[in-house]
């Protein structure tokens, strides 16, 4: 299985984790939730701290690609030339807007041509 998640529910996710992990000995999880667990075993406490590293190396790494180069190639095709700081203005919009699950990753030009819109980036133009 393979789903895009916003950090609302991956923080979700990882407390449900975490919550799941304090609660294993102290109760039978695999009775308390027979349905989930028909043909596995619940995680063990390290295997949990495994998958909650896992996750949130996946989220960090989401937006790895997101870089100078990548939104000057981006937003470069009418010859816009960006500085550093109106890259770091786009890169956190995208974070913003990717948190809150509205970021499409085909979408750095339109947001870049937002904020130039708005005058909070000022790319050079040919």
Excluded at 40 to 46: I, R
Excluded at 53 to 80: K, M
């Amino acid at each position: 299985m393979n789903m895009q998640l916003n950090a609302r529910e991956i923080a979700t996710i990882l407390a449900s984790l975490r919550l799941f992990q304090q609660q294993a000995g102290n109760v039978d999880i695999a009775e308390m939730f027979p349905d989930h667990f028909i043909d596995v075993s619940p995680l063990s406490s390290v295997e949990i701290d495994d998958l909650c590293e896992a996750i949130n190396l996946a989220e960090i790494g989401e937006l790895d690609y997101v870089t100078h180069d990548f939104v000057r190639a981006d937003c470069s095709i009418h010859g816009a030339m960006l500085s550093d700081n109106d890259c770091d203005i786009i890169i956190a919009e995208v974070k913003r807007l990717w948190a809150s699950g509205q970021f499409h990753h085909t979408g750095v030009y339109w947001i870049a041509n937002s904020l130039a819109a708005n005058g909070m980036i000022h790319p050079t133009l040919p």
